[in-house]
């Protein structure tokens, strides 16, 4: 059975950093992207950062360029973790974000597999 479940969110002051953590079981990542995605106070989700399947290939959005780094551990065991390292976050980074998991090198709007998201405050 697939799971895909993030922790690790909060209130955290601007110019802080936050460690978010995604579980995945289930399917093993060496044969899928994953995708952080976050969706701030009424706005549109939109995508932060994805891995590739195999060589762990990295991508970033903009406005996270530079601040967060994604990552995973374990990629061929069926219980793995990724992560998203947040520095310097600001007031606009705010929102909850998601984990999500799609089979190939692309991640996209569509991915098969979401967790519940987890929600990140910046604020003083």
């Known amino acids: 059975q697939v799971q895909v479940v993030e922790s690790g969110g909060g209130l955290v002051q601007p110019g802080g950093s936050l460690r978010l953590s995604c579980a995945v079981s289930?399917?093993?990542?060496?044969?899928?992207?994953m995708g952080w995605f976050r969706q701030g106070p009424e706005k549109d989700r939109e995508w932060v950062s994805c891995?590739?399947?195999?060589?762990?290939?990295?991508?970033?959005?903009t406005s996270v360029k530079e601040r967060f780094t994604i990552s995973r551990d374990n990629p061929q065991s069926t219980q793995s973790t990724v992560y998203l390292q947040m520095n310097s976050l600001k007031p606009e980074d705010t929102a909850v974000y998601y984990c999500?998991?799609?089979?190939?090198?692309?991640?996209?709007?569509?991915?098969?597999?979401w967790g519940n998201g987890t929600l990140v405050t910046v604020s003083s």
């Open positions: 891995i590739t399947r195999n060589d762990g290939t990295t991508y970033y959005s």
């Open positions: 999500a998991a799609t089979p190939g090198d692309v991640c996209h709007s569509h991915m098969r597999y």
């Open positions: 289930g399917f093993t990542l060496d044969d899928y992207a």
